[in-house]
Nanobody
Framework: QLQASGGGLVQAGGSLRLSCAAS????????MGWFRQAPGKEREFVAV????????YYADSVKGRFAISRDNAKNTVYLQMNSLKPEDTAVYYC?????????????????????WGQGTLVTVSS
């Protein structure tokens, strides 16, 4: 139901834009997040956006370089990644979490997400 795309090979300092298209249902009332998992490491939080786009939250490691956005009419969420670094190399996953009465920082945990995409590989060469 979530299809991530846009990954690829890019040189350090370059940019990529990831997309996550939802199908089969609407996620307009869901918070949408991006996570990543590097080889041999645990999946880690990257960014999240509220259903209204009013609130966003980023991992410190990507703050100022990445930007999350969404288009509810297209049922799609985006992750614009700029100034990429080799340490950004990972499989990137999008996920959807139902909107609840909780702080935005709660959405850094994988356990709050009900739906996951299949992942798209981003490789940043030095």
């Amino acid at each position: 139901q979530l299809q991530a795309s846009g990954g690829g090979l890019v040189q350090a300092g370059g940019s990529l834009r990831l997309s996550c298209a939802a199908s089969g249902r609407t996620f307009n009332n869901y918070y949408m997040g991006w996570f990543r998992q590097a080889p041999g490491k645990e999946r880690e939080f990257v960014a999240v956006i509220s259903w209204s786009s009013y609130t966003t939250y980023y991992a410190d490691s990507v703050k100022g370089r990445f930007a999350i956005s969404r288009d509810n009419a297209k049922n799609t969420v985006y992750l614009q990644m700029n100034s990429l670094k080799p340490e950004d190399t990972a499989v990137y996953y999008c996920a959807a979490a139902p909107s609840r009465d909780r702080g935005i920082s709660s959405y850094v945990y994988t356990s709050v997400y009900d739906y996951w995409g299949q992942g798209t590989l981003v490789t940043v060469s030095s």
